[in-house]
């Protein structure tokens, strides 16, 4: 038994680095012990598995970085940030007990498989909680490109993870720190457990169950390639051939069980990249060199194939939607939907007159504002009404009407104050003063001739 209960890998001297007695045959096996294996390598598998089994434990070192790594994976999701979800990647503690799972099935330690998995829960649960309660406080709910990418993992998917936890085990086993950097960035662990939370509160269940699957796929890799790497590397009592074979049995039908949705996305991804090809090349035959793509977009859904786009063309052209449909319906012998809206571009010509046409508006804008302008301050006081002014935009001219007889030597005084002070204020003005004319009765029109 133990004298170190807790502490995977520190037992009895005839320890094994499974935590197991008698270092590669168990004695309750009936078998002998193996004498070929140095003191020194037992040793040093104690510590690696003593390690393995701190980095696993649940402490308040673990839900702080997990708290940080989502907020962190979260916000650049959000942002479509792929420098911050990188960010995200190298601070996730989640690592650790999915290495603990996979030496504790790799050495049979009950111990530290419970503990690995317990801490793996909890981290999941605290990661999908503390997005959800971001993504509700968010004003952001639109799906980006970083959300959309880890919502359809593929069997490449499950290959990067199988090679990241084989990097991963190497790196605990030469104790290269630099190596788990390059690990924890190529399986992503946090940032699908974002997307989950987002899709949950967003109402997207296709988006939750998709990262879900991806989350699920980079766990169960990478725990079973540390334990087939510490197998490898004598973790672990010697089995018996039927055990080890029951070992690789259940760890192949597992993966070839999860493999099955992924391979059925590969497919999707991999037709729908071949229809948007044979799309593109049709298109391109139909269209000529002055039109240009703006937008397009296939969409393969059952056995149908649906085209969304915008052209911008000098000439329209009322048959393209018919013949594209005809065209790529025969090439991949499916039901085709075309709907490409045709926008007239401009001719050189055409934009030239426009851009005349903005620069007089954008002229005109501004006399106006300075006509304002120049009329508030001459009418400032109240002593200068705004029938005394005439203004001429064009030569920006203002003639303030005055009664030079019936002014008294004040009044006369205020109003230049205010006149200099205007000219002062709208240097590009002429501001002058006119005699007051009084206004003259039009004679009124002679009564129209009543026809017979």
Same mark, same amino acid.
Do not use: C
């Given at each position: 038994?133990?004298?170190?209960?807790?502490?995977?890998?520190?037992?009895?001297?005839?320890?094994?680095?499974?935590?197991?007695?008698?270092?590669?045959?168990?004695?309750?096996?009936?078998?002998?012990?193996?004498?070929?294996?140095?003191?020194?390598?037992?040793?040093?598998?104690?510590?690696?598995?003593?390690?393995?089994?701190?980095?696993?434990?649940?402490?308040?070192?673990?839900?702080?970085?997990?708290?940080?790594?989502?907020?962190?994976?979260?916000?650049?999701?959000?942002?479509?940030?792929?420098?911050?979800?990188?960010?995200?990647?190298?601070?996730?503690?989640?690592?650790?007990?999915?290495?603990?799972?996979?030496?504790?099935?790799?050495?049979?330690?009950?111990?530290?498989?419970?503990?690995?998995?317990?801490?793996?829960?909890?981290?999941?649960?605290?990661?999908?909680?503390?997005?959800?309660?971001?993504?509700?406080?968010?004003?952001?709910?639109?799906?980006?490109?970083?959300?959309?990418?880890?919502?359809?993992?593929?069997?490449?998917?499950?290959?990067?993870?199988?090679?990241?936890?084989?990097?991963?085990?190497?790196?605990?086993?030469?104790?290269?720190?630099?190596?788990?950097?390059?690990?924890?960035?190529?399986?992503?662990?946090?940032?699908?457990?974002?997307?989950?939370?987002?899709?949950?509160?967003?109402?997207?269940?296709?988006?939750?169950?998709?990262?879900?699957?991806?989350?699920?796929?980079?766990?169960?890799?990478?725990?079973?390639?540390?334990?087939?790497?510490?197998?490898?590397?004598?973790?672990?009592?010697?089995?018996?051939?039927?055990?080890?074979?029951?070992?690789?049995?259940?760890?192949?039908?597992?993966?070839?069980?999860?493999?099955?949705?992924?391979?059925?996305?590969?497919?999707?991804?991999?037709?729908?990249?071949?229809?948007?090809?044979?799309?593109?090349?049709?298109?391109?035959?139909?269209?000529?060199?002055?039109?240009?793509?703006?937008?397009?977009?296939?969409?393969?859904?059952?056995?149908?194939?649906?085209?969304?786009?915008?052209?911008?063309?000098?000439?329209?052209?009322?048959?393209?939607?018919?013949?594209?449909?005809?065209?790529?319906?025969?090439?991949?012998?499916?039901?085709?939907?075309?709907?490409? $809206?045709?926008? !007239?571009?401009?001719? *050189?010509?055409?934009? @030239? #007159?426009?851009?005349? &046409?903005?620069?007089?508006? /954008? +002229?005109?804008?501004?006399?106006?504002?300075?006509?304002?302008?120049?009329?508030?301050?001459?009418?400032?006081?109240?002593?200068?009404?705004?029938?005394?002014?005439?203004?001429?935009?064009?030569?920006?001219?203002? $003639?303030?009407? !005055?009664?030079?007889? *019936?002014?008294?030597? @004040? #009044?006369?005084?205020? &109003?230049?104050?205010?006149? /200099? +002070?205007?000219?002062?204020?709208?240097?590009?003005?002429?501001?002058?003063?006119?005699?007051?004319?009084?206004?003259?009765?039009?004679?009124?029109?002679?009564?129209?001739?009543?026809?017979?």
């Amino acid at each position: 038994m133990s004298r170190h209960p807790g502490r995977a890998g520190v037992h009895t001297a005839e320890f094994s680095a499974g935590g197991r007695r008698a270092s590669h045959e168990a004695a309750d096996t009936g078998s002998a012990p193996r004498e070929d294996v140095p003191a020194a390598d037992t040793h040093g598998r104690s510590l690696i598995l003593a390690s393995v089994a701190r980095d696993a434990r649940l402490d308040r070192k673990f839900i702080l970085l997990i708290t940080l790594a989502t907020a962190v994976a979260t916000l650049g999701l959000l942002q479509d940030s792929a420098a911050v979800v990188i960010g995200a990647m190298l601070v996730s503690p989640l690592l650790g007990p999915i290495m603990g799972v996979g030496f504790g099935l790799a050495t049979l330690e009950p111990t530290l498989i419970k503990r690995s998995l317990i801490t793996l829960g909890a981290g999941m649960g605290a990661a999908i909680g503390i997005a959800m309660l971001l993504v509700w406080l968010s004003p952001i709910a639109d799906v980006t490109g970083e959300l959309s990418a880890r919502t359809q993992p593929t069997l490449l998917d499950l290959g990067v993870a199988v090679v990241g936890g084989i990097a991963g085990v190497y790196a605990i086993l030469r104790k290269l720190s630099g190596v788990m950097v390059g690990v924890a960035i190529a399986t992503a662990l946090v940032p699908p457990l974002s997307t989950v939370g987002f899709g949950l509160v967003t109402g997207r269940l296709d988006m939750a169950l998709g990262a879900g699957l991806l989350f699920l796929t980079n766990t169960l890799a990478i725990a079973f390639a540390a334990t087939v790497v510490a197998r490898l590397n004598r973790f672990g009592p010697s089995l018996t051939p039927q055990h080890t074979a029951m070992q690789v049995v259940g760890i192949v039908l597992t993966l070839g069980i999860l493999s099955i949705p992924l391979a059925l996305s590969l497919n999707r991804i991999a037709r729908e990249v071949a229809a948007r090809s044979v799309v593109q090349t049709q298109l391109g035959a139909l269209i000529d060199g002055g039109t240009r793509i703006d937008e397009l977009s296939v969409q393969l859904q059952d056995e149908a194939v649906t085209v969304d786009g915008v052209l911008l063309v000098d000439r329209f052209d009322a048959t393209l939607n018919t013949r594209l449909r005809d065209a790529v319906a025969e090439r991949l012998d499916r039901t085709v939907s075309v709907n490409i $809206v045709q926008l !007239r571009q401009q001719t *050189g010509a055409a934009q @030239q #007159v426009e851009d005349r &046409l903005n620069q007089r508006l /954008a +002229a005109l804008e501004r006399r106006d504002a300075e006509s304002e302008a120049l009329l508030r301050d001459l009418m400032v006081g109240g002593l200068i009404e705004r029938s005394a002014i005439s203004l001429d935009a064009q030569t920006r001219r203002a $003639v303030v009407a !005055r009664d030079a007889d *019936g002014e008294g030597d @004040q #009044v006369a005084a205020a &109003l230049d104050r205010i006149m /200099a +002070a205007a000219q002062a204020a709208h240097p590009g003005w002429v501001i002058v003063s006119g005699p007051l004319v009084p206004v003259t009765p039009a004679p009124p029109a002679p009564p129209a001739e009543t026809a017979p």
